[in-house]
């Protein structure tokens, strides 16, 4: 059987060493495993879209910077673009197949696709909750006067109220966010670093406002950090940071386990359109 040569990747944002881990599964599931030139082929390519993605996360750091939130996170990207079921779960098994083939290797200490199960056929997207649901949600900081209370109920009115991405929010500056003449609005960058500018509700933005007045002030510990969510340390939050704040939040709430941060992304179109926003109206605010 030949031996099929990895190709080198050829995406600038790609780093030597992501690369170079790449291309030693690839050259392992050629010679070790036997894999025929197909198979090794569809590897490198939903490998590839992977490390592209992972690519478009701030603050990305190689293999080993990748959570379990990222790898959901790429899932969730898959189906929204379009994506088979299928093909979403072919691109599942290779990413537990890297990981589990890094993790051997010693070059992550914990692979964040333990446990992870391929989509099932017949999965849809996650289920929209109700307004309700949503308002006892976004209550649950608002019952607290803490610094970090105000910054939870101000990302949590942010998410809701615009429909952007967990990765848009916590890459968010203190500039990003504008009164206007008429209206306030924020300003995030989207995939393909595309600026989207997004009107804010009154109730999000007097919670906005409520914490850039007295909840940030107290978090960032004079640093001179330009992010507008901050942790306890004063640098600016985490994606993962902010999962866990969403799943404590969710319980509390009594709405399960599921309630993740595309839960309110597709809550919010779900009510928009049900509320007679059109549809393209809606499209461009996602």
Known sequence: MAIVSPERLQKPDLSSS?????NGFLTFLSVEKGSSGNTVAAYRNDLQQLAEFIG???GSDGWESVDRPAIQDFILDLKQRGYSETSVARKVAATRSFFAFLSAEGTIMDNPTEGLTSPRVGKTLPKAISPNEVD???EQPARRSTPEAKRDRAML????ATGMRVTELVSLDV?????GETSP???CMGKGAKERTIPIHDQAFEALTDYLDEGRPVLIRGKDEPALFLNRRGDRLTRQGFWLILEGYARAANLGEDVTPHTLRHSFATHMLRGGMPLRNVQEML
């Open 136 to 138: 006892e949600l976004l």
């Open 56 to 58: 478009t996360i701030p």
């Open 18 to 22: 992501m690369r170079l881990h790449l």
């Open 175 to 179: 500039s990003s966010v504008t009164a």
């Open 185 to 187: 609005f924020v300003r």
């Open 157 to 160: 009115e942010l998410l809701y």
